[in-house]
């Protein structure tokens, strides 16, 4: 399906009735990552509407030429959420950049939203401000990476703690085939001079639930700037997970669906008739 908006559209795909929960993706992947990392857990709830969309510029929306920066970016999920969700009241599940998008998108719509789910959010949108953990192996099978082609290998063995086939089929299927596809020059422009909002977050408290999931060695996002923004969200739970990365969901995949399967419940308990 297609929204359009200026000169351009967002695609994006609804799975399931009931409930909305949006799912908003990092930079360079699409949506084919919040899909492989929820569906699995979410797909067993009958009372869940999932939202699915690719950000300008990533996989199947186009760039914008009236999308230049993190504000124009938060223009364009703010109405597509108006038109795909109306007045409904609905819970966000973010990763990466996706997670400082989603907290301008709780400044908009504080009082629609129930409950966040932040996978290794950036929150510091600069990196040279963010306190970065040490990236590691934790397992490797070298016989299958000798196996893979040099820009699968490099790409795979930058991402992932725990280098086994498995974690490869997943990062290929949900992370690789999104950064292949991203205009690549759009995100690059965008990161050198406006990634951050110009439009102050982090300004309200949230009295939802709010669930943080991070890697402990997490050279992209780190996880202890997590701790920075947490007075803003009183009822939260931060899980930091030993043995991840920055792809957290797939490095501890097993882990990371028993915790989303927890928020997936209190949701479910708290918010629906």
């Known amino acids: 399906m297609k929204f359009s908006y200026k000169d351009s559209y ?3 795909e609804i799975v399931g009735e009931g409930y909305p929960v949006l799912m908003i993706h990092g930079t360079y992947a699409d949506k084919r990552l919040m899909q492989g990392c929820m569906e699995p857990v979410v797909e067993k709830e009958t009372s869940f509407k999932r939202i699915y969309f690719d950000l300008p510029g990533m996989g199947n929306s186009p760039a ?14 703010e109405a597509f959420i108006n038109d795909v969700l109306g007045e409904n009241k609905f819970s966000v599940a973010a990763e ?3 997670g400082y998008i989603a907290r301008g998108v709780l400044k908009r719509f504080k009082e629609r939203i129930n409950a966040m789910f932040f996978i290794a959010p950036i929150i510091k949108p600069i990196k040279s401000e963010r306190k970065l953990g040490d990236f590691i192996i934790t ?11 040099d820009y699968e290998k490099k790409k795979f063995t930058e991402a992932i703690t725990n280098q086994v086939p498995d974690n490869f089929y997943r990062f290929q299927k949900e992370v690789l085939s999104g950064i292949t596809c991203a205009d690549k020059g759009f995100i690059e422009e965008m990161k050198r001079q406006n990634y ?3 439009e102050k977050i982090d300004t309200d408290v949230f009295h939802g639930l709010a669930f943080f999931v991070a890697g402990r060695h997490d050279n992209v996002a780190g996880y202890e700037d997590i701790d920075t923004i ?3 969200f009183p009822d939260h739970q931060l899980y930091v997970l030993d043995r991840a990365g920055h792809q957290v969901q797939i490095d501890r995949g097993n882990v990371f669906s028993v915790l989303l ?3 997936v419940s209190m949701v479910k308990e708290r918010y629906l008739d």
């Open 10 to 12: 967002i695609d994006y």
């Open 64 to 77: 914008s030429k009236e999308v230049r920066t993190a504000d124009d970016m938060l223009d364009t999920v």
């Open 96 to 98: 990466s950049y996706g």
């Open 139 to 149: 397992d490797i099978d070298k016989d299958f990476l000798s196996t893979l082609g």
């Open 196 to 198: 951050a909002f110009k």
């Open 230 to 232: 947490l007075p803003m």
């Open 261 to 263: 399967d927890r928020w």
